[in-house]
Nanobody, 126 residues
């Protein structure tokens, strides 16, 4: 079965950095599209960044230039390097997977992804 397990969240001061990881299992990882989403209580889940099976990436305007998504197919792993963190980046961060997709499928809406991790909390203080 598909499993996604996030790690790397924590508390950091404004301007700091964190690197999130997502360990994937139970499917052919190299053929998947992967993404990071975030959510705060009372708000909709927001797409942060996506990487397709060819390594093509896209990011939300709010994080562009600060966050970098990457994947390591040899480790079935997904990463999100977050730099210059701001208090408004505070949220629960989720890893999401679409197990089979085409090159160029870089979508940042939740319904494109069938599988989700449990989330890892990121808190940025001012």
């Amino acid at each position: 079965q598909v499993q996604l397990v996030e790690s790397g969240g924590g508390s950091v001061q404004s301007g700091g950095s964190l690197k999130l990881s997502c360990a994937a299992s139970g499917y052919y990882y190299s053929a998947s599209c992967m993404a990071w989403f975030r959510q705060v209580p009372g708000k909709e889940r927001e797409g942060v960044a996506v990487v397709d099976l060819n390594g093509i990436t896209a990011a939300a305007v709010s994080v562009k230039g600060r966050f970098t998504i990457s994947r390591d197919n040899s480790k079935n792993a997904l990463y999100l390097q977050m730099n210059s963190l701001k208090p408004e980046d505070t949220a629960m961060y989720y890893c999401a997977a679409r197990t089979y997709c085409r090159g160029g499928d870089i979508y940042l809406f939740p319904r494109f992804y069938a599988f989700w991790g449990q989330g890892t909390q990121v808190t940025v203080s001012s």
